[in-house]
């Protein structure tokens, strides 16, 4: 008749398998790794190899939980960070589209704007590697300030 741990390693014969196949894989593996390594090879285990055994596959399956449950919380982390970055994305996209709007009704409004982008740009507030992106509307609004006849 089998004890418990016999019956508990004879349940997770692939388990330990899959760990034996791993860490044997391993350049450095630590002592823990090495004694399951010998004892899932050893074909005539007694009730002590069986005890040892059984207990390091348990905690070899609580470590992979944690890892896994790690894993999960990082996901949940990094979502949450995802949607409140798109969430400040689409409120300053909404806030500079109503800006430009209100340039388009009013010429004061026009100028106040095309002031900050200008300060904005000059006084490092646009970092060096996005200053391509911006500088034609630099230009643009220049050419814009010549073209426009004043509204008294």
Same mark, same amino acid.
């Given at each position: ?27 450095s ?12 090879e050893k ?17 070899e399956? $609580? *470590?992979?939980?944690?890892? !896994?449950a ?8 990094? &979502? =949450?960070? %995802?949607? @409140?970055? $798109? *969430?400040?994305?689409?409120? !300053?996209?909404?806030?500079q589209?109503?800006?430009e709007?209100? &340039? =388009?009704? %009013?010429? @004061?409004? $026009? ?42």
């Open positions: 008749m089998a004890n418990a741990n016999e019956e508990y390693i004879n349940n997770n014969e692939e388990y330990l398998d899959n760990l034996v196949k791993r860490f044997r894989g391993f350049k593996p630590n002592d823990t790794q090495k004694l399951i390594v010998l004892l899932g074909d005539n285990r007694n009730d002590e190899d069986d005890r040892k055994l059984s207990i390091l596959l348990k905690a399956k $609580k *470590a992979d939980q944690l890892v !896994k790690r894993a999960n919380a990082r996901k949940l982390i990094d &979502a =949450e960070k %995802s949607k @409140a970055s $798109k *969430a400040e994305v689409r409120r !300053k996209i909404i806030w589209s109503a800006f709007a209100m &340039a =388009e009704d %009013s010429m @004061a409004a $026009k100028r106040n704007l095309d002031q900050l982008k200008a300060d904005a740009y000059e006084k490092g507030y646009v970092s060096d590697r996005d200053k391509d992106a911006v500088k034609n509307d630099l230009i643009n609004q220049s050419v814009d300030a010549d073209n426009t006849e004043l509204d008294f």
